[in-house]
């Protein structure tokens, strides 16, 4: 069965500071990965997804993932973090045969003025 | 148009309540999810709706009762709830159900809370 795991429940980073957050999967085929963003109270906004080709991703509001299969990781970064960027953290993985995604717990992320 | 809209946003109901919660997209997509979000946990998947056919049931209590009347809308039916029922409620839809790599975009979600 496909899983999630991120490692960190809560970071804390300066404004402006560089950022990165952890995430490992388990899955038998080729993934799907995605990173999504919650502000409190509010629904999961897409960030990026990662299915094939490049290994380096892009995403909004200046975010990138890298893909490393022999790591089973897609960690997310971002060079420069700002006060908005505080939020819920989500890395889910999505499996076709079974028509939906699985979710890690998720990271906090609080910024530092 | 590429939201997923979702009313109301705030629900308080008694547990002998019957309420509904509504979500609507016009973005062509063709499955729409309903997840139940506990504070601090991540979304937990309840139903999947794909081309208006129920395809996923995540052993959901029969209090709650999806319901997809076309395929811009979904609805949720809820009847004696239990205070533990109440979290935040999120409709996600993706363009196909098997095609599990294009994502999923999700409402803003309904807060509800059983009383």
């Known amino acids: 069965a496909q899983s999630v795991t991120q490692p960190d429940i809560h970071i804390t980073v300066s404004e402006g500071a560089s950022l990165e957050l952890r995430c490992n999967y388990s899955?038998?085929?080729?993934?799907?990965l995605f990173w999504y963003v919650q502000s409190p109270g509010q629904g999961l906004q897409l960030l990026l997804k990662y299915f094939s080709g490049d290994t380096l991703v892009q995403g909004i509001k200046g975010f990138e993932a890298e893909f490393k299969r022999s790591q089973s990781s897609f960690n997310l970064r971002k060079p420069s973090v700002h006060w908005s960027d505080a939020a819920e953290y989500f890395c889910?993985?999505?499996?076709?045969?079974?028509?939906?995604?699985?979710f890690g717990d998720g990271t906090t992320l609080t910024v530092k003025p | 148009d590429t939201e997923v809209t979702q009313t109301p946003k705030h629900l308080v109901m008694g547990m002998t309540n019957k309420k509904s919660l509504k979500c609507e997209q016009h973005m062509g997509h063709r499955a729409m999810y309903w997840y139940k979000q506990k504070a601090k946990k991540p979304p937990e998947l309840m139903f999947v709706?794909?081309?208006?056919?129920?395809?996923i049931n995540e052993s959901v209590p029969s209090r709650f009762s999806p319901e997809c009347p076309n395929s811009s809308l979904l609805n949720l039916h809820l009847h004696a709830l239990q205070p533990e029922d109440s979290a935040l409620y999120l409709c996600?839809?993706?363009?196909?159900?098997?095609?599990?790599?294009?994502?999923?975009?999700f409402g803003s979600g309904t807060r509800l809370t059983v009383v």
């Open positions: 996600a839809s993706s363009q196909d159900m098997a095609k599990a790599n294009y994502g999923y975009t």
């Open positions: 899955y038998g085929a080729t993934p799907y």
């Open positions: 709706y794909s081309y208006e056919k129920l395809s």
């Open positions: 889910a993985v999505g499996d076709t045969n079974a028509g939906k995604s699985t």
